[in-house]
């Protein structure tokens, strides 16, 4: 039988982890207790720092052992211990598997309660386990703006030109000798070759201060390519000039890199969060976030992947992934860890008869299983996640 999407385990994650296989999982997405000064026993800063390095470094250790060499982590974390724990990272990952501190802007109006700033973000810390063989994309179809695209094809295909003159001045005459060349074109018909024909100009690549420059493309793929090309007259610095552009096309595989601040509006915010939540457990958890979130980091990654999320909380990544599957076909499957943290009495949770954390964890999994598919299971010894 195929793995359901969705397998817990209950328990303490140290000792969940330890029991994983090797390289048995593509990506880890946690989110830690943050530190905020309620759960460690230290009254002073440096012993509560301390604390918290001391419990969440034998479990990045451990989690590194379970990550295939192709995987990536992403860590959420606020400003109470984005420091410490990117040296952490640093220590047990290694500074070159680094690869972005994205900010995550979770509380758009700004955090209003006490004094000082609002703060409206929290960070997401990405390492690979060898960045070499990493296989992240951190490109996205979803941040395209057809409006960058302003031009419009006969046949209605949209594009937007681009300098076919290489605008970094690293490339030059002097760096890419081959690169600089005449082109021949009309800016009356628009057409471009690297042979003279009636009607048209040559053209040398110039910087806007009329200094040589070199083409992006050789002649051989100009010759291929002459369509993807277009000569026009435009206004310099130096007043009129003959230049040539690429059409580059907006296809609908277009992709875009992913840019390391992450709007609310993009992928949704702790309320949207909270609201997610009602409405298939209750207001039984705090602080969840957004399955918005956690499904950007799945679109990083293809789309079979075997996830691990081991402070699942209220099973927010657990239900990305049935989210994510049921959308695109994906069949990616996620185990979540969380342990029997009681809830508060008196809290909703509580009040539901969701008498730990553990317990908020299975009644959302399972309840996305009803509403999303993908099916759910409990396993208790984990290594393969249990049959
Ligand atoms: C910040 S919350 C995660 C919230 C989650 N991202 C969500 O969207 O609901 C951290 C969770 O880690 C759990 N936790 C803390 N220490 C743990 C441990 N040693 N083993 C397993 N779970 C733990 C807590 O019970 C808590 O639910």
Redesign the pocket.
């Known amino acids: 039988m195929p793995r359901p999407w969705n397998v817990f385990v209950e ?4 000792d969940v982890l330890s029991r994983l296989g090797a390289g048995s999982v593509d990506l880890i997405t946690i ?4 530190n905020t000064g309620n759960g460690f026993a230290y009254t002073d800063r440096w012993g509560r720092h301390e604390a918290w390095l001391a ?1 969440m470094r034998p ?1 990045l250790v451990a989690a590194r052992e379970v990550l295939r060499e192709t995987g990536a982590i992403f860590v ?1 974390i606020d400003d109470h211990e984005v420091a410490h724990l990117r040296l952490l990272m640093d220590e047990v990952y290694g500074e070159r598997n680094f690869l972005a501190q994205v900010v995550v802007n979770l509380n758009p109006k700004g955090r209003q309660l006490g004094g000082g700033f609002a703060t409206s973000h929290e960070y997401l810390l990405v390492y690979a386990r060898d960045a070499a063989q990493c296989v992240l994309d951190a490109t996205t179809t979803e941040t395209v703006d057809p409006a960058d695209f302003p031009l419009t094809a006969d046949d209605g295909r949209r594009y937007r030109h681009l300098p076919l003159r290489n605008t970094n001045k690293k490339f030059n005459p002097a760096t890419a000798r081959t690169l600089h060349f005449a082109v021949h074109g009309d800016p009356a018909s628009g057409r471009v070759s690297t042979a003279p024909f009636t009607g048209s100009v040559e053209v040398l690549p110039v910087f806007g201060d009329g200094s040589p420059a070199v083409w992006r493309w050789s002649r051989p793929r100009i010759d291929e390519r002459p369509g993807d090309l277009v000569c026009r007259v435009v206004a310099g610095r130096l007043g009129e000039r003959v230049d040539v552009f690429q059409k580059d096309w907006l296809s609908p595989d277009r992709r875009k890199k992913l840019r390391t601040i992450w709007l609310a509006e993009e992928i949704g915010s702790t309320d949207t ?1 909270v609201a997610e939540l009602k409405a298939l457990v209750g207001q039984v ?1 705090e ?3 957004p399955t918005g979130l956690t499904r950007r980091i799945l679109q990083t990654m293809p789309d079979d992947v075997t996830v691990l ?9 657990g239900h990305a992934v049935a989210l994510a599957n049921a959308e695109d076909g994906g069949r990616r499957t996620c185990l979540s ?3 029997a ?1 009681p809830t508060r009495p008196g809290s909703h949770a509580h009040r539901a008869g969701l008498l730990t ?1 553990a317990d908020i964890t299975r009644a959302r999994l399972r309840a996305v299983a009803e509403t999303v598919g993908g099916g759910f299971r409990e396993a208790t010894r984990a290594p393969g996640w249990d049959a």
């Open positions: 328990g303490d994650n140290l989110d830690p207790p943050y419990m479990r959420s969060a958890f602080s969840p976030k999320d081991f402070f699942a909380g209220s099973g927010t990544t860890v969380n342990s943290e954390v």
